[in-house]
């Protein structure tokens, strides 16, 4: 079995900013054990993420006369001594992390935040878990419009992204999606009726992308589309007239722009169409496993994922285990360091939530509570301290269990990003 995005080596470890020494180790048992299993079993693949972010620069203000408009600052390097004995310039400060800019919208779920000036008339909507959103910008109306506007559409492989932004009004619906940034453009270009009159190439957040300029009865729009790390994100801005249409022929070009230049990604996602899943990743950092096809069966395998805070060796406080498995090769139960005595093969698989809460069950040694939630859209089962882990979550989804488990490097607890982690969790049909 194939997988179309790209492969992670079963050898890659998580070690320079992975989940620790002995999560790495313990998923590493897993896989040389599955492997003397699968034998003549052939290898699939699982998903590397996209690029590492580049650094960012520092929060962004907004300018006094341009209420909600980013304004970006310039990058100035630490200053050198010019006198005689005047200490050397120290090392720049390391960027801030996602989430934790002043100044910036932060939208997890769809991985990136976007410096934006929150005040009593400027709040974004944010609609579909994120997966949309609206900022406005410049003085608002009487029906609570403004000046000029832009649209951050977000697509995955399991959703495409929204064409709420393109076209005349009320022309355009549907999503679309493109695995590369050429996939994208010819996908969009093919679903808005707009006349496009320019393009050209320009990144953000380090990424390459495409802004295409339209004018046509709809108003002088732009759009900027990117791909980065399983991800589609379509950007549209309309309107800018008050702001920018005294210096430029397309405002809304302008205001894109600037909207822009204060655009960061997040850690990307993570994509397996193998084992049927994707995932946003809790920090940017290799994942380790594989999943393995078979004839006339699904294909089986498993992740680890690092989470939690960065430590000072480089390694991260929790980590996050995946294991799936079919009717054939049932999944592996541990594949995150518990220490316990149960050995690394144990597996198993059941055709229903209930029958998997109980084989789990027998399979760990003890836990302090369960309750039932929903992943994917689907029901499961959440289980607290099973056998010496923060938490696992059971799910049967069309013939196959997921089985996914969380702990801390020094404690046994559920990874602090857990439940953001469960929430952006989607079966790939």
């Given amino acids: 079995m194939q997988d179309r995005d790209a492969e992670i080596p079963a050898t890659t470890p998580v070690t320079t900013r992975g989940t620790g020494r002995s999560a790495w180790v313990a998923a590493s048992v897993v896989i040389l054990a599955m492997l003397a299993v699968v034998g003549a079993g052939t290898l699939g693949r699982a998903t590397q993420p996209g690029p590492t972010v580049q650094p960012s620069r520092a929060a962004v203000t907004t300018g006094p006369s341009q209420a909600g408009v980013a304004v970006q600052p310039t990058d100035a390097p630490t200053p050198q001594g010019s006198a005689a004995g005047a200490s050397p310039s120290k090392e720049p400060s390391p960027s801030p992390a996602f989430g934790s800019r002043a100044g910036f919208v932060t939208v997890a779920e769809a991985g990136y935040e976007v410096a934006y000036e929150v005040d009593a008339t400027h709040r974004p909507a944010v609609l579909y878990g994120g997966m949309l959103a609206v900022f406005g910008f410049g003085p608002q109306t009487d029906r609570g419009s403004y000046d000029g506007t832009v649209i951050v559409s977000v697509g995955t492989p399991a959703s495409g992204a929204s064409m709420a932004g393109a076209g005349v009004a009320g022309r355009v619906s549907g999503t679309v999606y493109g695995a590369t940034l050429e996939d994208l453009r010819t996908a969009y270009l093919g679903a808005d009726p707009g006349r496009a009159v320019s393009r050209v190439a320009l990144e953000i957040g380090g990424q390459l992308a495409i802004m295409i300029r339209f004018d046509d009865a709809g108003g002088a729009r732009a759009t900027a589309l990117t791909v980065r790390g399983g991800r589609n994100f379509i950007l549209t801005a309309s309107g800018f007239q008050g702001l920018y249409g005294d210096v430029a022929d397309n405002p809304a070009q302008v205001g ?75 999944a592996f139960v541990h594949i995150l360091p518990t220490g316990s005595g149960r050995q690394a093969a144990t597996r198993i698989w059941a055709g229903s939530l209930a029958k998997l809460q109980a084989a789990y069950l027998a399979a760990v040694d003890g836990f302090t509570g369960s309750s039932s939630i929903q992943l994917g859209g689907e029901p499961a089962v959440r289980i607290e301290r099973p056998g010496g882990l923060g938490a696992a979550v059971l799910a049967v989804h069309r013939g196959r269990v997921y089985i996914i488990t969380t702990t801390g490097s020094e404690v046994a607890q559920a990874a602090p990003d857990f439940e953001q982690f469960l929430t952006g969790f989607a079966f790939l049909d």
């Fill in 256 to 330: 894109l722009q600037r909207f822009i230049d204060g655009f960061r990604f997040g850690p990307p996602l993570f994509v397996s169409r193998d084992l049927g899943f994707q995932v946003p990743m809790p920090v940017e950092a290799k994942p380790v496993g594989f999943a393995a096809g078979f004839p006339l069966d699904e294909a089986q395998g498993l992740v680890v994922l690092a989470a939690g805070r960065a430590q000072p060796d480089g390694s991260f406080s929790h980590s996050i285990g995946i294991s799936v498995g079919t009717a054939l090769h049932p």
